[in-house]
Structures are given as C-alpha cells and as structure tokens.
C-alpha cells in the first residue's frame, strides 16, 4: 500500500518520497541509508508549520499582534508528530524495531504513523475506559491497540513495564527520552524566531503533560544564549480548570509539580487532552513558568470552545478546542500591561478547512 503524504504539492515529491521509504524497508540497505531516508522524510513533513498574524482575533480578544503557531500543518494534524518522528528516529539509529507508548488519541495517532514510515512495529496501550476517535486511524498505520484497566497514568506504567522486558524502545513521557522530546519541541522556538527575528513577548500553550511548554521554552532558552534573541518570551501555560498539576502547582505558589488526587480529575469531550493526575514532564514546564515571570490559568470547556468557534469564524482555522487553553490564560495576564504593545504567540493544534 502507498502511503500518503500530506503536505505534498508535487507528484515529483510524492515519488520521490515513496522510493525514500522504500530504502527504509529495504533489508539491503544500510542504517546510513536508512536514516537518510528518514530525515529525508521527516524534514519533508513534520515542521515548518505556519505562524499566522490573527487579525480577526485580536479584535474579539482585545490584544493586537496576536500570532498563531498552527501544528495542524503537521502529518496528522498536532504537534505531537514532532516527538513521534524524533523517536523513531533515535529508535532506527539505536538498532530497535519496535516501539511502545500509551496515549488517550493524537500522540498515538503521530507515532502509529512515524513507526510506520520507519519501518517499525509500534505498540500503543489505551486506557480501558477512553473511546478515542483515532483509534482507527493507529490501526491504519499498522499500530497494535491494547486495552488497560485504569487510566492514562496505568497505562504509561503498562508501556513501560512492556518496553523494559521485550527490550522495545519506550516513547513514553518522562524517561530517558526527554530530553530528545524536548529538544524536538524546542524546534517550534525556532521556526518562531524564523519568522519574527527575535523572540515575542509571551508565547502561550495548552498544557497536559508539560513536554510541550518546556521543549518551547527551551529553545528559546538556547536561542538568548546565543545571543539570537534579545530577550526570553515569558511562558504562559492554560489547561482545563482544577485538572492540571502544572497549572495547580502554579497557582499554589510550589516550587514542585504535585500530583492530584485521581479520583477528582473527570473527562469530558472537550477537556480530554488536558487532564491528568500526574504531568510527567511538569517539573521542566513549572520551573519554565517561574523562570520567565509567566503564568498559568484554569479555562472552562466552555472558554475553550467559544474560542474555538472564534478560531473557525474569524480565522478560518478548523482548532481542537483543547488547544486553545493557552490562548484563553494569554487572554488573562496578571497586569494589563503584559499585554499590549508587543507580540504574543499561541500554540494551537487542529486542522485547517
């Protein structure tokens, strides 16, 4: 079967890509080749996404020079395919040829689709109780789907505990890979820094599991000490109300990202990406909202989908309503003046129209 590219314009492209993963698939051909052909790949599909000056919105929201950074440019359509190509790609270079991870939908989505085009077997565990509406989507990709009693954070343990004794690579948050995932999120700082020559006043992102944030943040982190930016972006982090360590942890004043109580943390349509009980990667984004002078806010289901529903009228932009909660804490500074005369960036994921 061939497989579809998304972003290609040009039927050249579209061949030449498809005889790139052919090399990948080859057992003829060498790891050299192989990753080459991968980077090859991923350099084609996975980046680069648009960053979008919001005119409309900065009428409805009352801040002008609004940009939006839309991952839905990406393979399929967030920008968890950064971390997924990033790690198969290590999985490749490190001689695996399997991988495993546990998701509630779109990083399950991203690394289905990255293992592959890499050529690997990837294995993804869901929590029995979520429904995902991506599910077939991993099937497609040749993911093998297993149910876990529990939830998000049993079925990470499950992964992990699969990884270490089938000796497969682990694409779970918060192990030995984060720094990987990090310096794969930390590409977004520069592809902002591309567009705007400096870094922006605040860059704001929904947050779960905190990677997202604190790859952002380190990247621009990278980019001052070069000397590429003249200053850091303050980071500002959104998830659903009362459901978010990170967020919590802030609020609280703490210096330490703690867990909630699981039986407190309740799902709904709109909240799903966002909630969890323990963020896996919250110690590197609540030390990047402290480092920053940033802050952080709870937002209702009901914020996330006005402003999604603001987002499709105004901007034309098809967005997951779950991604607009950093968009929705932008909207709320602690002082006015945080947010007026210079430029804000939001991170969001869906799909355009």
């Not at 529990?150 to 690579?169: F, H, L, M, N, T």
């Not at 009901?302 to 529903?309: C, I």
Request: proline share 4%; hydrophobic share 35%.
């Amino acid at each position: 079967m061939q497989l579809t590219f998304t972003n290609v314009s040009h039927y050249n492209l579209q061949e030449e890509l498809d005889q790139q993963h052919q090399i990948i698939l080859d057992p003829e051909s060498t790891l050299e080749e192989r990753l080459e052909a991968y980077d090859f790949i991923t350099d084609s599909e996975v980046g680069d996404t648009s960053l979008i000056r919001a005119r409309n919105l900065e009428r409805e929201i009352g801040i002008r020079q609004v940009y939006l950074k839309f991952e839905g440019g990406n393979p399929t359509g967030t920008q968890k395919d950064r971390i997924a190509f990033a790690q198969c790609a290590d999985a490749l270079r490190r001689g695996y040829d399997e991988i495993s991870l546990a998701t509630c939908g779109n990083y399950g989505v991203a690394c289905a689709l990255a293992a592959r085009f890499a050529g690997l077997k990837c294995t993804i565990f869901i929590p029995e109780s979520y429904h995902t509406r991506r599910m077939s989507e991993m099937t497609d990709s040749g993911a093998e789907i297993r149910s876990v009693p529990g939830d998000y954070e049993r079925a990470v343990e499950v992964s992990q505990e699969y990884a270490a004794e089938k000796e497969v690579y682990d694409a779970n948050p918060g192990g030995d890979n984060t720094a990987l995932q990090l310096k794969a999120y930390g590409e977004i700082a520069h592809e902002i820094y591309d567009e705007l020559r400096d870094a922006p006043r605040i860059v704001a992102a929904p947050v779960s599991n905190g990677t997202l944030l604190a790859g952002v943040y380190r990247g621009f982190l990278s980019l001052y000490r070069r000397g590429k930016t003249s200053r850091m972006p303050l980071m500002v982090a959104g998830s659903s109300s009362r459901k978010n360590p990170i967020v919590e942890s802030f609020l609280q004043g703490r210096d330490e990202c703690i867990d909630l109580e699981p039986g407190s943390i309740k799902e709904t349509a709109v909240n799903e990406p966002l909630i969890n009980w323990h963020a896996f990667d919250g110690e590197q984004a609540l030390a990047a909202l402290w480092a920053t002078d940033g802050w952080a806010r709870n937002v209702t289901d009901k914020r996330m989908l006005d402003l999604s529903r603001i987002l499709k009228e105004k901007e034309g932009l098809q967005i997951l309503p779950a991604s607009t909660a950093g968009l929705a804490a932008l909207t709320e500074p602690p002082r006015p003046d945080l947010a007026s005369n210079d430029r804000f960036v939001a991170i969001l994921t869906g799909r355009k129209f």
